[in-house]
Each structure stands twice: as C-alpha cells, then as structure tokens.
C-alpha cells in the first residue's frame, strides 16, 4: 500500500451511496472537501502464491 494512506469517505454521484476507501495519486495536503475524484481498479498487493490481488479505489478527478 502506498504511504502516507489516503482514506475518505466518497458520495457517489448518480446512487445515494457514500463509499469509505483510499485515494491514491494524490498528495495527502492536496486532498479537500469536495474534491472530485474517479474510480478506478488497481492491484494492491500480492498475496502468498504471488497472486495479485485487486480492489477499487479512488484517484483525482478533473478539478486537480
């Protein structure tokens, strides 16, 4: 995982639907409310047989 973690709390725009996850590509000082980010799906991690493991998370959207 990267470092310093970047986790937040994200509203989905089109479903009432608020999302806990990390945001990556983002300096931490750079991250504000209101921000608007996009989706996206990225290996973290492999695991013991060498195996990516993925998941969703969020990165910058148009206003950086």
């Given amino acids: 995982f990267e470092q310093p973690y970047v986790i937040a ?3 989905l725009e089109d479903v009432p639907v608020r999302v806990f996850a ?3 590509g983002v300096d931490i000082d750079a991250v504000h409310i ?3 980010v996009r ?3 990225e290996p973290i991690a492999r695991d ?3 195996n ?3 998941a969703f998370c969020f ?3 148009n206003d950086r």
């Fill in 22 to 24: 990390q945001v990556r």
């Fill in 34 to 36: 209101g921000m608007s």
């Fill in 9 to 11: 709390l994200v509203d």
């Fill in 39 to 41: 989706t996206s799906v």
């Fill in 52 to 54: 990516e493991l993925i």
């Fill in 48 to 50: 013991d047989d060498g």
């Fill in 59 to 61: 990165r910058p959207g």
